[in-house]
């Protein structure tokens, strides 16, 4: 098995990005222009002719080399339009360039654990919507259900006019300060995200106002031919109050029901929004995160 390492300038980016957007079970998260956009330098594994890809995002610490995962990246790991074996896993782990002493990256629902490094089991929260709506809704729990009626009754409507900076500006309000690590540059790095998403036609934004035009709850979704990804949500107190993104989800499982696309809620390992999600029906898809840690003796114990 031949795992070639490739610069980010020596990769082709149309047959990477095929690789991605026909890869099993895997995230829409390492197109080269989404990578591109999220972090500020990564190299890839490729095997063969760019059968299977891995994305290694770059950082370096002290003079140490490391890799992690960046913002807007629940998952990476190796994509490809085949089932990936163990063996194949562990291989491009061993392929995975020396001078990363320290990696902590989440490997997407498609592949398995590797054989070294610390293992931690994460879930996503997945809504197949092949069923028509009305069977969807009929999975509602009763919370959910009653949170969809409490919006209808507040006469919320739907708005697709929202600007990339507007909802920029929504999101860093009301939901960056609850996101840990979140800085200014991770602002522009979504902004950058955002707009070239549009432009490849790959992502939307969709809002939730009253009836005095205030914007309640805003998203911005990445739409991928597998799925559609809950990525940036956001709402105000108000819009929490009122049952905004209860409303916003609502709106969008009505209008994709009947496709063979899953609605992707990002999953969360904290119990009430993990719970919420459930509440429309959503189905647990484990995936795992990977720490490997190579550091000097002295260095090791400061990260585990």
Partial sequence: MQIKLEQREEIDDKRW????????????????????NVCENWVGLVLGNYKMVMPIVLGKKFGIGYS?????????????????SKETIDQFFKAIPKEIKYLDISLNESNFAPSQ????????????????????????????????????????????????????DFYRTHTAPKVEGFKDKHYYSM??????????????????????????????????PQ??????????????????????LNHLIQTNAGQYKYLDFEGSMIDGVANFYRGFGAKKAKYFQVKVNLLPKFLRILKS
């Avoid at 009626?149 to 920029?168: R, V, Y």
């Fill in 117 to 168: 490094g610390i293992v931690i089991e994460r879930y996503n929260y997945l809504l197949d919507m092949k069923p028509e709506y009305e069977l969807l809704r009929k999975q509602y729990s009763g919370n959910v259900k009653r949170k969809v009626k409490k919006a209808e009754k507040e006469e919320l409507t739907i708005n697709k006019q929202i600007s990339p900076e507007d909802f920029a």
């Fill in 227 to 248: 799925r559609l990804v809950n990525l940036m949500p956001a709402s105000s107190p108000l819009g929490n109050s009122v049952g905004a993104m209860t409303h916003l």
């Fill in 191 to 224: 902004l950058r995200l955002i707009y070239k998403a549009i432009h490849y036609n790959m992502g939307f934004i969709i809002g939730v106002q009253n009836q005095d035009k205030e914007l309640l709850a805003a998203n911005f979704l990445m739409n991928h």
């Fill in 17 to 36: 990005n095929g690789c991605v957007h026909f890869a099993l079970g895997a995230p829409p998260y390492a197109y080269t222009w989404y990578l591109d």
């Fill in 68 to 84: 992690y995962q960046p913002f807007f990246t629940q998952q990476l790991g190796i994509y490809a339009d085949i089932p990936i």
